[in-house]
């Protein structure tokens, strides 16, 4: 993870979700650095305290925390939050309890564990149209099917396809 924050474009945000790394705190806090380094922001998944003590920009948070979303916003004032949206009601629900972006998978056929079906590139920008908020494109996203997003949502985040990427994107 920290080579490829060492190489993160201006403006890029990086989400951290540590799932009790128990060298989750000095991973976060050498991941604000680099990022800082790289013009980039930091995220902490699921995690806000964490967030707080190690300086990030702010949380991205599952789905199953989109109720806890005014009660963090309010006690830490982060200025970025995103959160998961596994459906347009979902969403809709983010964006309504202060999220500034939705995070939507699976937008493509993936091999993680916890992907679920692929929307594909058709019902994602059906999915967008509902959504009066920035939308970024999570699942299976790789250096040929990203140009099928190109014009369609307002980013893309990437997990493993991070580490096989040959070309720009």
Same mark, same amino acid.
């Given at each position: 993870?920290? !080579? /490829?924050?060492?190489?993160?474009?201006?403006?890029?945000?990086?989400?951290?979700?540590?799932?009790? @790394?128990?060298?989750?705190?000095?991973?976060?806090? @050498?991941?604000?650095? /680099?990022?800082?380094?790289?013009?980039?922001?930091?995220?902490?998944?699921?995690?806000?305290? /964490?967030?707080?003590?190690?300086?990030? !920009?702010?949380?991205?948070?599952?789905?199953?925390?989109?109720?806890? /979303?005014?009660?963090?916003?309010?006690?830490?004032?982060?200025?970025?939050?995103?959160?998961?949206?596994?459906?347009?009601?979902?969403?809709?629900?983010?964006?309504?309890?202060?999220?500034?972006?939705?995070?939507?998978?699976?937008?493509?056929?993936?091999?993680?564990?916890?992907?679920?079906?692929?929307?594909?590139?058709?019902? %994602?920008?059906? %999915?967008?149209?509902?959504? !009066?908020?920035?939308?970024?494109?999570?699942?299976?996203?790789?250096?040929?099917?990203?140009?099928?997003?190109?014009?369609?949502?307002?980013?893309?985040?990437?997990?493993?396809?991070?580490?096989?990427?040959?070309?720009?994107?």
């Amino acid at each position: 993870m920290f !080579d /490829l924050a060492k190489n993160l474009p201006a403006k890029s945000v990086l989400v951290y979700r540590h799932f009790s @790394e128990s060298r989750h705190k000095e991973i976060a806090v @050498e991941l604000k650095h /680099l990022c800082q380094q790289q013009g980039a922001k930091l995220l902490i998944g699921a995690d806000p305290k /964490l967030a707080r003590i190690v300086g990030a !920009d702010g949380v991205h948070l599952p789905q199953s925390m989109i109720k806890q /979303l005014p009660a963090i916003q309010a006690k830490y004032q982060f200025s970025l939050i995103t959160c998961a949206a596994h459906s347009v009601s979902a969403g809709r629900q983010g964006i309504k309890n202060g999220a500034m972006a939705v995070i939507v998978s699976c937008v493509f056929p993936s091999t993680s564990a916890s992907a679920s079906p692929a929307m594909g590139a058709c019902r %994602f920008r059906n %999915f967008i149209k509902k959504i !009066d908020a920035p939308v970024i494109a999570l699942g299976g996203i790789n250096e040929t099917n990203v140009l099928k997003l190109k014009t369609a949502c307002h980013g893309v985040a990437i997990v493993s396809g991070a580490f096989k990427v040959t070309a720009k994107i």
